[in-house]
């Protein structure tokens, strides 16, 4: 079956502008998962979703950051008022949500963000 | 002290030689623990897990758990330059806590 995907593969945009990057999960994957990954660097986790909810919003660097989850499939993260800090590459990852040990997540291609 | 420490390297490693990556977490009531390798340029993708009560072995790759000095080790035997790759551990216990990588370059 299809694997994670997300859009734009690549966005670039001025600093202020706000930007919307899409998530779409493996079809029944009830969780699914937002990081950032710099350049170089390793996985910054920023928000998980079971179904439309976010019990774990901790890794949001701040009140630019949103995203929400509908129909509990299609997730989008929304930065506003961009920065040159929040280039880097954004990751989304889904799993089946069971909860159990190996809930294994997979991640889509990601979505790198330049802002200039 | 990180939850999950590895180490950044690089790691080099002859071509036909065993890579061997290691990976220390805090948590002792770690549950499961995961191998991702990520291609530069790329996302991370699985390798394999284990749970805290076995190792495993797929292929050329065999993860092992030494749970009483909290490590988690994966070992490739026969390294071929197509290994070169930043490798990412991941460990649970309620949540996923993700290592920051170790990159391995395997010489030819």
């Known amino acids: 079956g299809a694997g994670v995907s997300q859009s734009p593969s690549n966005k670039v945009t001025e600093k202020g502008k706000d930007v919307e990057l899409r998530c779409d999960p493996i079809?029944?994957?009830?969780?699914l998962y937002w990081y950032r990954q710099s350049l170089g660097q390793g996985l910054e986790f920023l928000i998980y979703?079971?179904?439309?909810?976010?019990?774990?919003k901790s890794g949001l660097p701040s009140d630019r950051f949103s995203a929400e989850r509908t129909g509990g499939s299609v997730s989008t993260l929304t930065i506003q008022r961009t920065q040159q800090e929040d280039s880097a590459v954004y990751l989304c990852?889904?799993?089946?949500?069971?909860?159990?040990?190996?809930?294994?997540?997979?991640f889509g291609p990601g979505t790198r963000l330049t802002v200039l | 002290q990180k939850e999950v420490e590895q180490n950044s390297g690089p790691l080099s490693v002859p071509e036909g030689a065993i890579a061997s990556l290691n990976c220390t977490y805090s948590?002792?009531?770690?549950?499961?623990f995961f191998w991702y390798r990520q291609y530069s340029g790329k996302s991370p993708e699985l390798i394999m897990f284990?749970?805290s009560n076995g190792d495993k072995e797929d292929g050329r790759f065999t993860a092992q758990l030494n749970k009483a000095s909290q490590y988690v080790s994966l070992l490739i035997r026969d390294s071929q330059p197509s290994d070169s790759a930043t490798y990412l551990c991941?460990?649970?216990?309620?949540?996923?806590?993700w290592g920051a990588g170790t990159k391995l370059i395997i010489k030819p």
């Open positions: 079809s029944g994957h009830t969780a």
């Open positions: 990852a889904s799993s089946s949500g069971t909860g159990w040990g190996g809930d294994t997540q997979y």
């Open positions: 948590d002792r009531g770690s549950q499961s």
């Open positions: 284990i749970y």
């Open positions: 991941a460990v649970r216990r309620y949540q996923l806590i």
């Open positions: 979703f079971q179904g439309n909810s976010a019990p774990d």
